[in-house]
């Protein structure tokens, strides 16, 4: 009577010393009953007793369900409760609770885990105390009194609903038990239970006290004596019988990286179902292995099967439905304020909803979505809705247009419904429409390989989600709001199976014979009986798949404070004996496989077990086989029948840089004619492509024709030179109806007032999008306001800055754009536009270019014809050209435009800071010469440039830039796009898009 420990030699299988112990057990007490870890063992367990006739006087179950049976029989009729009841009320209970009363705690996930886990394991000893004959707990600390709060409301909420924790009810029958045994708490034997939590060892020696309990320890198990009194007496049961062992030694595989480990892992494989036709792979994380190792194994003739165990957050299902009551809620809580729009803007998770076969959508409609979305800033959470609305119906009228026969015909669409659910906190409607489409989808829609049971797990899903958020909810009195946060304990699963590529094509025809190779957790494997499959293959095998990690943390410490903590195997001793029991299922080999570096090519250190095998072999004076895989073989990698049957070729690139002749035509100067495709006509250019074209070859090609776009649109320099751009186009425009052709400095009270209406103009245009500029500034937080606010004095200075400066000259052609006018420039058709240009009464004309930027002094220009101080001179060179000629090119064509306007001067008008400037070129007699003679303020040379010795008038440089830039644009026909000798600031983010040579 009372505890004892039998050492066995049992691996998996019950021993012929066990079902005796258990038999003689049965027979004396009249019924024994046998704790094992899971019930996929108790299955096990069962049939050996079944086999030895032994089954009708032994019940074998797990520690959960023997409480729970227990408390039926000689409970007060209270029903356990389960953990996902558990999680709900406590869910619920944080809920009801503000901030300050549950300080310093926070109401988060990690918070109702933590709480969950020790309302688990400690509600005796906190809420309960008189149950196990002990005083009420004083709390140590603020945190450990709220805990207690916490834990004593859910006490209440159990009892107001019936419901006891299995640990309460576990210290109650301990007291029964202790006042006489029934039959069935006679004889208990505990059986690969690697831990006992407290209310389970108390109950346990209860049973000892009355009866007796026996803890079966194989050899790997039996350091979990040593937390038991020495006094325990230990028997050894069938020591004479050696352990069942793997027969041999094992191999090991080691993967360079990730990239070839599911080549190499199938390659294995295959190696040993050539060696035997059953072949089982164990993994910490099977379902992951099995996905990437099934097809290359199919490719070859072998078939597969793996259980697959998903969780809430693994379906598409949960995935979908978290995310978008994630950006829902950030959503309203943003409202309509453009302010808080950061919060949730640009909302990828809606395109993700789209593209996902659960909204019913198709992906251009996604695609599309997604670009709205992204390119408007104004957008408001009502206008998202609305505009998801506009695809749902016009996917669904499309639909009910369509054949009836067509696949997605049936399916709806939702895309619109399952968020407008959310925003009206109705869950349950969100799953079923989500369950509606899962059940209407073709299985392709889910994939090609194995659509239907993805679809089947989905649909499943689905349906339990519903369920729990309706009947438990309900039955718990718990709202839906709390409850949905708790739906990721619920856990469907499916069995997956891979045919070979044979199979595909001629059909299963029953050949028993036919290799298939089973995936599973290292805990199932290690249930398979000893000898009983061919080989064992142990994937994965480094320490984030098996680590050797101890539970810490708040509720151990409780746990040990009051004298709970559960007895556990230690984790190495556990692996240990998992390992051991897997392989010996082997009959013939066990291989255990690895990745040596992840992705980042850091190191991946291989598990405790790994080591321990690998120095047994060693010490043992035998030589361990490791064979090493590297990533070389890129095509054998890649493709899933690791390269069989494709032909190799080595491909030479062309060197960097360099276009092809027929691609040339159509990349660089020319393109269709849209009345006419099959005629190719000259592509018109804008300045600021061509000053880009001739700065820097490669950065035009890159910016210009392969034009990669940022997705979301921007708050930066852009954006913020664009508004500039309205303001002054709107202020001068509104100026000229007034009667006002510019600002002097008489009227400049006036003008500036005129710009403080006109701003506020510009930026609720902006607000809402409206611009007839390339994108609209849209603040969606308090600092880019003050940002937006910041302009306003920035653009005062520049009126006050335009009362001194080119006194004869007023605003005439604002935004004047070139497109469509046919006017050429260096022999090609020039488009685009200049933002102003100011005429005097003589017909002379400036350019004059706004830039949002600070560094002015960038645009200064000098006549080349003056020797610099190493006495170079750079006109001299003939391919000299400014560093910016957008508004030289511009001022050249307006000679050649309709207007025919004399251009004197191009000036780059600075914006940005507190002193604006105009720099650039000029004809020499507006150069200033003293201050506020009002001609260009600041600007001290012309040309030319007489005063030291400049020679180039401006008529001249205009001639002989653009003639450097046809001979430039002669290069380009040709199809140069090779990088500037001198890389400029564009450069940086332009060469690293590409342009290195690689051969493959």
């Not at 006194?807 to 933002?835: H, K, M, Q, T």
């Amino acid at each position: 009577m009372g505890l004892k420990v039998y050492t066995t030699q049992s691996v998996t299988a019950l021993t012929g010393a066990e079902i005796s112990l258990l038999e003689d057990a049965a027979r004396a007490c009249g019924r024994a009953t046998l704790l094992v870890p899971s019930f996929a063992e108790r299955d096990v367990c069962r049939r050996a007793l079944a086999d030895a006739r032994v089954g009708t006087g032994v019940d074998v179950t797990t520690p959960e369900a023997w409480i729970e049976g227990l408390w039926e029989l000689f409970g007060d009729g209270r029903r356990v409760v389960s953990p996902l009841e558990r999680r709900m009320l406590v869910s619920a209970l944080m809920e009801q609770r503000d901030a300050g009363q549950i300080a310093p705690l926070r109401d988060n996930p990690g918070t109702v885990r933590l709480i969950s886990q020790i309302v688990e394991a400690l509600l005796p000893e906190i809420a309960a105390p008189a149950v196990l004959g002990r005083r009420e707990a004083e709390p140590d600390g603020e945190s450990e009194r709220v805990v207690f709060c916490l834990v004593r409301a859910y006490a209440d909420m159990l009892a107001a609903r019936g419901l006891v924790e299995a640990s309460e009810a576990a210290s109650i029958l301990a007291g029964l038990v202790g006042d006489g045994a029934p039959a069935c708490a006679r004889f208990v034997a505990v059986r690969d239970v690697p831990r006992l939590p407290g209310h389970v060892m108390r109950l346990l020696r209860a049973v000892a006290g009355a009866g007796e309990v026996a803890l079966l320890l194989n050899p790997d198990q039996r350091s979990l004596a040593s937390e038991l009194d020495a006094s325990i007496e230990t028997v050894g049961l069938d020591d004479g019988r050696p352990a069942s062992r793997f027969q041999g030694d094992p191999e090991f595989l080691e993967v360079a990286g990730p990239h070839a480990r599911g080549a190499a892992y199938a390659s294995a494989l295959a190696d040993l179902v050539g060696d035997g036709r059953d072949v089982v792979v164990a993994a910490a994380r099977p379902s992951e292995v099995f996905e990437e190792v099934s097809p290359r194994l199919a490719a070859r003739g072998i078939s597969s099967e793996c259980t697959l165990a998903a969780r809430f957050g693994q379906t598409a299902v949960g995935r979908q439905f978290a995310a978008l009551s994630d950006v829902v809620a950030r959503m309203k809580d943003a409202g309509e304020d453009p302010e808080r729009a950061a919060t949730w803007w640009p909302a990828p998770e809606l395109a993700d909803w789209l593209y996902s076969p659960l909204s019913g959508m198709d992906s251009n409609s996604a695609r599309m979505f997604d670009k709205k979305i992204r390119s408007n800033r104004s957008l408001t959470p009502e206008a998202v809705l609305r505009t998801l609305q506009s695809y749902q119906s016009q996917t669904t009228t499309k639909r009910q247009r369509s054949d009836q026969s067509k696949p997605y015909a049936q399916v709806p669409a939702v895309c619109a419904s399952v968020v407008s659910y959310l925003w009206q906190e109705r869950p349950v409607s969100a799953l079923k429409a989500m369950c509606a489409v899962a059940g209407a989808l073709p299985s392709s829609a889910f994939g090609w390989r194995d659509g239907s049971v993805r679809a089947g797990v989905e649909v499943s899903m689905a349906a339990k989600a519903i369920e729990t958020l309706t009947d438990v909810a309900h039955g718990l009195d718990v709202p839906q709001s709390a409850a949905v946060t708790v739906l990721d304990g619920l856990t469907v699963s499916a069995r997956r199976r891979a045919e070979s590529t044979d199979f595909a094509h001629t059909g299963y025809e029953g050949d028993v014979d036919m290799p298939c190779v089973r995936f599973m957790t290292l805990a199932e494997a290690a249930l398979l009986p000893a000898g009983s499959v061919d080989a064992v293959f142990v994937a994965d095998v480094d320490v984030d798949n098996f680590p050797l990690s101890h539970e810490e943390g708040a509720l151990a410490t409780l746990a040990a404070k009051f004298g709970a903590a559960p007895m556990e195997l230690e984790p190495a001793a556990r692996l240990r004996d998992l390992f051991d029991r897997a392989l010996a299922a082997a009959r013939s080999r066990a291989v255990l496989a690895r990745v040596t570096h992840d992705r980042q090519a850091k190191d991946r250190y291989p598990a405790a077990m790994w080591t321990e095998l690998t120095a047994a072999v060693r010490a043992a004076g035998r030589a361990v086989t490791v064979t090493s895989v590297g990533e070389g073989d890129i095509a054998a990698d890649l493709d899933t029948a690791a390269g069989m049957g494709l032909k190799r070729r080595c491909v030479t690139c062309l060197p960097p840089q360099e276009l092809g002749e027929d691609a040339i035509r159509h990349l660089v100067l020319y393109q269709r004619d849209p009345n006419d495709p099959s005629r190719l006509v000259p592509r018109q250019l804008s300045a600021s492509q061509i000053e880009g074209y001739v700065t820097c070859p490669l950065c035009w090609f890159m910016s210009s024709r392969v034009r990669p776009q940022s997705l979301d649109a921007g708050f930066g320099n852009m954006e913020k030179g664009n508004f500039v751009h309205d303001v002054m186009y709107r202020l001068h425009a509104e100026l000229t109806e007034e009667g006002v052709p510019r600002v002097t400095p008489e009227n400049l009270e006036a003008c500036l007032e005129k710009l403080r209406d006109v701003f506020d103009c510009v930026r609720a245009e902006h607000a809402r999008n409206k611009t007839s500029s390339s994108a609209a500034l849209v603040a969606h937080s308090a600092l880019e306001h003050v940002q937006v606010d910041e302009i306003l004095p920035q653009l005062e200075a520049v009126v006050r800055y335009e009362a001194g400066a080119l006194a004869p000259f007023a605003p005439a052609y604002l935004e004047y754009s070139f497109n469509g006018l046919g006017v050429e420039y260096a022999g090609r058709p020039l488009g685009g536009r200049i933002d102003r240009v100011d005429v005097d009464a003589e017909g002379r004309a400036m350019v004059i270019d706004y830039k949002h930027r600070m560094d002015v002094n960038a645009f200064k220009l000098a006549d080349p014809t003056v020797a610099k101080r190493d006495g170079a001179v750079p006109a001299d060179d003939p391919d000299w050209l400014p560093e910016h000629t957008q508004s030289l090119i511009y001022a050249q064509a307006l000679r050649h435009s309709e207007l025919a306007l004399d251009a004197h001067g191009a000036l780059y008008f600075s914006t940005k800071g507190g002193a604006p400037a105009m720099r650039g070129a000029v004809s020499e007699e507006f150069v200033e010469v003293e201050s506020g003679d009002g001609r260009v303020p600041g600007l001290r040379t012309g040309f030319p440039d007489a005063e030291h010795g400049g020679t180039m008038g401006f008529d001249e440089l205009l001639e002989r830039v653009e003639q450097t830039i046809a001979r430039k644009l002669d290069a380009l026909e040709a199809g140069d796009v090779s990088a500037a000798e001198k890389p400029g600031a564009r450069c940086a983010f332009n060469h690293d898009l590409g342009f290195e040579r690689r051969d493959a």
